[in-house]
């Protein structure tokens, strides 16, 4: 079992910076590949970013592409998201998640390849 809990969620205005954290407790936390998911109102879950286990390589959706920067850290179990230069359309709850298998990265990730998820965290940017 993996436990994750995401933090740093905030309100910004257009162009700001935010870092979000997930805390991962349980499992050690390298043994997974991990992703950030976000969903917006009415809108399904869509991949955001993602690291694969054991190589370290990291995924990014076009939308995000050159804004956004995965990382984890595991002596601390964390995973990080830094998100710069936010824009109106990044508004949405930000999901941390966990996979015992690397998903299929070829295409965008989805949600079904993902075994355990945090609770989210809300992130508003206004314009």
């Known amino acids: 079992q993996v436990q994750l809990v995401e933090s740093g969620g905030g309100l910004v205005q257009a162009g700001g910076s935010l870092r979000l954290s997930c805390a991962a407790s349980g499992r050690t936390f390298s043994r997974y590949a991990m992703g950030w998911f976000r969903q917006a109102p009415g809108k399904e879950r869509e991949f955001v970013a993602a690291?694969?286990?054991?190589?370290?390589?990291?995924y990014y959706a076009d939308s995000v592409k050159g804004r956004f920067t995965i990382s984890g850290d595991n002596a601390k179990n964390t995973l990080y998201l830094q998100m710069n230069s936010l824009k109106p359309e990044d508004t949405a709850v930000y999901y941390c998640a966990a996979a015992a298998a690397n998903p299929y990265y070829s295409d965008s990730p989805q949600p079904s390849e993902y075994d355990y998820w945090g609770q989210g965290t809300q992130v508003t940017v206004s314009s």
């Open positions: 690291i694969s286990k054991s190589s370290g390589s990291t």
